[in-house]
Structures are given as C-alpha cells and as structure tokens.
C-alpha cells in the first residue's frame, strides 16, 4: 500500500480512528478512499458531506507526501494498523490509531509490557515505590511504557533505561520535537533502550486536548496499568479508566489517606477500580509472572480471612487449594470423624466464609 494515501487518511478533519476504520471496512484500502466517488462514500454510514468533500478534493495528500519525506529523513517508521511490527495489543482496542510514527529500536510486541503512571508532582515515597518495582521487574524482561511527562513518567523512564529495560514514551505531539524539552537527554538515551512513539505527525503542538488520546495508546499497549502516586483528578486516573475499559488489569499503590497524591491511588482500590499491589511480587502474583523462587511462594501463600480458629484454618487451607470438594474429601485428608467437620462446616457457613453446594460440596466464598 501506499503510504501517502495511509498518512493522508489520518489527516483528513472530523475523521477519527473509528471513522478510519469504517472507511477501510468499506473501501478496502487507504488507496481506494481516495479514488472512491462521491456517491460511493457518501453511502457510508457517519461519513458527512463535509468529510466526503475533504476527501475528494485530494489536499491531505501533499500534506502526506511531505510528511513522509520528513520521516524518511529523520528514520522514523510509518506503523499502519496492519502492519505486522504494529504493537498488537493497541490494534485490538476499537479507537487505537490507524497509524503511528516511531522511533526507536525496541519491540513493540514484546512479551510483557507495563505501562507505569502517576502524578507530575512525584513525592520521594512515589519516587522509592517506581524505583523499587523497576529493579524487582528487572529479571522479568518486561518493557516499561509511559507519558515522558515529569514526575512518575520520567522517573519511570530512566529507571527503566537504567536496569537495561526497554522503555516506550507516548508523546502527545509529533516526533519534530520534545516535550518537555529538560527530557531531551533521556529520550535521546530511549531511543536505543526502546523508542518514542505517536500517532501525530511532524507539526503537531503538545496541546492539551492531545494528552487524554495519548493516554489511550498508554493503556492500550500495555498488559498492565500501574499507577503509583495520583491526585483525585489527573491524567493518570484517566489512563486507568481507559485500561479498564479495554479489560486491561490495572493496579495502584495504597498511600496515606491524608496525602493529595495518594488520593487517586486509593480512590482506584475502593472503587475496585484497580488492584491493591505493595511490591512487584504482588504483581507477579496477579499476572501470574513467576520470576524468581519468592514470587512462587507468594502465588503459594494462603491469606486467611480474620478470626477463624485453628480447625477452620485447616478447612479454609484445603478448599483453597482445591476450589470445592465434598465433605468426605476434607474428611479424609483431615483425618477427622465426619461429625466433628460438620459442626466446623456450619460455622463457617454462617460466618460467610463458604458455601454449602448440592451433594455436599463445599466452597470458599
């Protein structure tokens, strides 16, 4: 395919990713787009004759052909959704752009991805939770993605670039500059440890309405959100909500309730909008990472609820490990009379620590 009429097609005004993709479902190509008539695309459900009319008249297409000379200059690649080295978890969100410039030498489809956001306003507890996970995750191999804005983003970066991980910034402008400049050092260094990635074309300004669409392709690219410090309100709180929306898992770091930037993080758990983690075992926990011999005993370790007595510890251990099982089952591995169990097995009913199922069976709940 030709790669101006795909840079084109991302210019054209009042069509979005959505809009694109219509577009593509109805045409077939970016190419056929533009050679369509006006009747044929006027036809397609969401396309205004406005839209249509931009389209006919070709202009976004020098537009594209000058945008393409300034990447092939400045050896930034052209991602069409298509494409194989398009990062595959983004392509399966319904809104991730149909195109994208990067540059950079990392993968875009690794193994395990997290994205790590947070406040601009980073406290030194912030700052020792992102420095502490990125080290633990080290072995992992993971590639770290966020924002490159201050605070936890580019924390979050150099840590990354420091422990040798591949790290991705998501820029909220084009790739003709940086922002904010005071990070051009270290997205220089990104570059070899990873890339800077967008979907705006040379030209665009780091305007504000461009950061909540960028927070979109951090959410999407990642296995999982991580928000470590977060006021109420914030862009961080947005890239959480998007990542759920895409199903994605997402986690936060508790913090004092009397701190303005742990506020968001809490507000996350009680929500159950987020995961509580307390450390990168927590993590691997979750995601079923298994690293290192500690992270499998955490994925061992049994959390008993409160106030069961020593007896129910055993019951609660048993059911942990199989799900469910009949009362014969726990009986015999308990190597107690079915008439001691039972009386355990009601008390726990009633204290709402399992169910009892038809034949006997019993459950945690």
């Known amino acids: 395919m030709n790669k ?9 005004k009042g069509i979005g990713p959505k809009l694109s993709r219509l577009l593509l479902a109805y045409c077939g190509n970016a190419e056929s787009v533009f050679s369509s008539s006006k009747k044929q695309l006027l036809s397609i459900p969401g396309i205004g004759p406005a839209s249509v009319d931009s389209i006919l008249s070709k202009s976004y297409l020098k537009e594209a052909e000058d945008e393409l000379n300034f990447v092939e200059k400045h050896n930034i690649q052209v991602l069409w959704i298509e494409d194989d080295n398009y990062p595959q978890r983004l392509r399966h969100c319904e809104d991730a752009p149909i195109l994208l410039y990067y540059k950079g030498e990392g993968n875009l489809n690794p193994q395990k991805v997290v994205s790590i956001v947070g406040t601009r306003n980073a406290t030194s507890y912030g700052k020792r939770i992102c420095e502490e996970l990125v080290h633990d995750l080290k072995d992992l191999g993971i590639q770290v993605v966020s924002g490159l804005a201050y605070g936890i983003d580019i924390h979050a970066h150099r840590l990354a670039v420091k422990n040798d991980l591949s790290t991705i910034g998501i820029l909220g402008h084009g790739l003709d500059r940086i922002y904010p400049a005071a990070h051009r050092e270290i997205a220089s260094r990104m570059i070899q440890h990873g890339g800077l990635l967008t979907e705006f074309p040379s030209g665009t300004n780091p305007d504000k309405q461009n950061f909540p669409m960028r927070n979109r392709i951090i959410a999407g690219l990642s296995d999982v959100t991580i928000v470590i410090e977060a006021a109420i309100k914030g862009g961080a709180l947005i890239t959480a909500e998007i990542a759920n929306t895409y199903n994605r898992d997402v986690c936060a770091f508790p913090g004092r309730i009397d701190q303005e930037y742990s506020a968001g993080c809490n507000y ?9 983690i307390r450390h990168a075992d927590d993590l691997c926990y979750l995601m079923n990472w298994e690293r290192t011999e500690v992270a499998k005993q955490v994925k061992q370790l049994t959390i008993l609820p409160p106030g069961l007595t020593k007896d129910e510890q055993k019951v609660y251990n048993f059911l942990k490990e199989h799900e469910q099982a009949t009362i014969d089952a726990i009986a015999l591995h308990l190597d107690w009379p079915q008439s001691k169990l039972a009386i355990i097995l009601l008390e726990m009913e009633i204290n709402n620590h399992l169910l009892s199922l038809p034949g006997k069976v019993y459950k945690l709940i």
Do not use: D, G, V, Y
């Open 4 to 12: 101006i009429e795909q840079i084109a097609l991302t210019k054209i």
């Open 268 to 276: 996350l758990i009680k929500t159950n909008r987020a995961h509580l």
